[in-house]
Structure formats: structure tokens, C-alpha cells
């Protein structure tokens, strides 16, 4: 238990959901865990229950980061977690032909100039000691096109490729600062509540949500944070610009037999 040792590691996002299972993970694993989230509330919380510090940051917000990195000059992890979906507020119009310029901004702001954000910072605060795990949260959807979500899809498709750039890039400089990315598939977060509700239909609906999933469940939070700890750990210090898909074989391609 003890994989982390040593390690400050920052976890953006960290209120909740998978950033929260990430912040749990790496305390109990001998990190120095810094939560960080604009919900200050909610990230002040889960910092007190794993006797973590809290850090508000809107990761969106470039003098955020500034004060951040003066708070905490130096660092051994990072999670890009922090996102969104542009569906927060309410039913939007996030397609191709309808999503208004305002809108796509929004997603792209938080998640894409988010994740760029704290590479940027972490390579700074990781540099003079010349090691670090740099890991972004991108998502299945950043693989493959979703019709609905376009700002979405390409602000985590983004992010998977600026993984690559940071990766390569340290590995330019000679620094042993790694970066990589995770792509969630279908992981049940709170995000999900809103189409599950809590009523007797709540198992069908949950089924009909993983239908095309070959393990046919929703991953669990937890479950992403063991390959968050796997490629925070010194264990996967040969692994720089990989992407992780957890997606219970969504991307593997059909089940399906072929035709006679």
C-alpha cells in the first residue's frame, strides 16, 4: 500500500466521480494528495475525509494556475481530470449542424485549454528534479465520433493527441516526465443519474445504456483509478504517450459472428 510513497500528486477535478476515486486511491497508496476542483464545497469535503489539502482551481482560468504553481512549486503527479460534457445545465444542442460557437468554447475551454493548462504547469513543477507522471482524463469518445457531442468528442480526441505531444516532448528534453492518457467508456458517475433516476425502471434503462458494451455493465470510478495508479507509479516508467482504454471492450470491435 505504499505505491505512491513519497509522491505529491494533484488531481484536478477531484470532487467527485472518477477524479474522487483518484484522490482516495493515491491517499491510501502513501501520496501527498492535493484535490483540487472548482466545487469547493464538495472538494473541501473529500480533502478533509482522506486528510488531504485542497486547492479551489478552475482549470479553465490561467491565473488559477499561476497561484497554483505557487502554492506548489514542485510535483510527482498529475491528473487531468477536470471536465465537462456541455450538458450540465440542461439539454443543449451539442451536434454538428446546431451547437452554437458559445457552446463548443465552453467544452473546449475546460476540457482542451484545461488539460493544457496543467501539462504546462506540471512540466514546470516537474522539470528540475526531471521526473514526473503527467495522466490525462480523455474518454472513449475522443476515439470514435459521437453525433451529439461534437465539442466533446473533439476536445478529448484533442487532449489524446496533445498526451502524445507532452510525452514526446519531455522525452526531447531528456527529462524522465511521462505522459499519458486513460479513455473511459461507459463509468458509472454522476453524470449518468440524470438518465438512470432512481425509479423501478432504473435497471433497464442501466442495461439499455451498455447494451453494445461487450462485458455488458457499466466500470466502475474504482476501476479507473487502479490504471490512474498504475501510471502514476514508478511500475510504468517504460510507458510515455500510451493511451488505456477502459471500456469493458467497446472499442474492440463487434461480437458479432460472420455471415455464412
Not at 3 to 26: D, S
Not at 112 to 136: E, H, P, Q, V, W
Not at 139 to 150: D, E, F, M, N, Y
Not at 164 to 173: E, I
Request: aromatic residues 4%.
Amino acid at each position: 500500500m505504499d505505491r505512491l510513497k513519497g509522491k505529491t500528486c494533484l488531481i484536478t477535478g477531484a470532487a467527485r466521480g472518477i477524479g474522487r476515486a483518484i484522490a482516495i486511491r493515491f491517499q491510501e497508496e502513501g501520496g501527498h494528495v492535493i484535490v483540487t476542483d472548482i466545487d469547493e464545497a464538495n472538494g473541501a469535503a473529500i480533502a478533509r475525509e482522506i486528510s488531504a489539502q485542497f486547492i479551489k482551481l478552475d482549470v479553465a482560468d490561467e491565473t488559477d494556475w499561476l497561484r497554483l504553481a505557487q502554492q506548489v512549486p514542485t510535483l510527482d503527479v498529475l491528473v487531468n481530470n477536470a471536465g465537462i460534457t456541455g450538458f450540465e445545465t440542461g439539454v443543449v444542442a451539442h451536434d454538428p449542424e446546431h451547437a452554437s460557437l458559445e457552446d463548443w468554447r465552453a467544452v473546449h475551454r475546460v476540457n482542451l485549454d484545461g488539460t493544457f493548462l496543467g501539462c504546462r504547469y506540471a512540466i514546470g513543477a516537474m522539470k528540475g528534479r526531471g521526473a514526473g507522471s503527467i495522466i490525462n482524463i480523455s474518454s472513449r469518445s475522443g476515439l470514435v465520433g459521437i453525433p451529439g457531442a461534437a465539442a466533446y468528442a473533439s476536445s478529448k480526441a484533442a487532449v489524446r493527441n496533445h498526451t502524445k505531444t507532452v510525452a514526446l516532448y519531455c522525452a526531447q528534453q531528456g527529462w524522465r516526465i511521462r505522459c499519458n492518457s486513460i479513455h473511459p467508456g461507459a463509468i458509472l458517475t454522476p453524470m449518468w443519474e440524470a438518465m438512470l433516476g432512481d425509479g423501478p425502471d432504473r435497471d433497464t434503462r442501466m442495461a439499455a445504456l451498455v447494451a453494445d458494451t461487450p462485458l455488458k455493465r457499466f466500470g466502475t470510478v474504482e476501476e479507473v483509478a487502479a490504471v490512474a495508479l498504475m501510471l502514476a507509479s514508478d511500475e510504468a516508467a517504460y510507458m510515455t504517450g500510451t493511451e488505456v482504454n477502459i471500456d469493458g471492450g467497446l472499442l474492440a470491435g463487434s461480437a458479432a459472428s460472420p455471415g455464412g
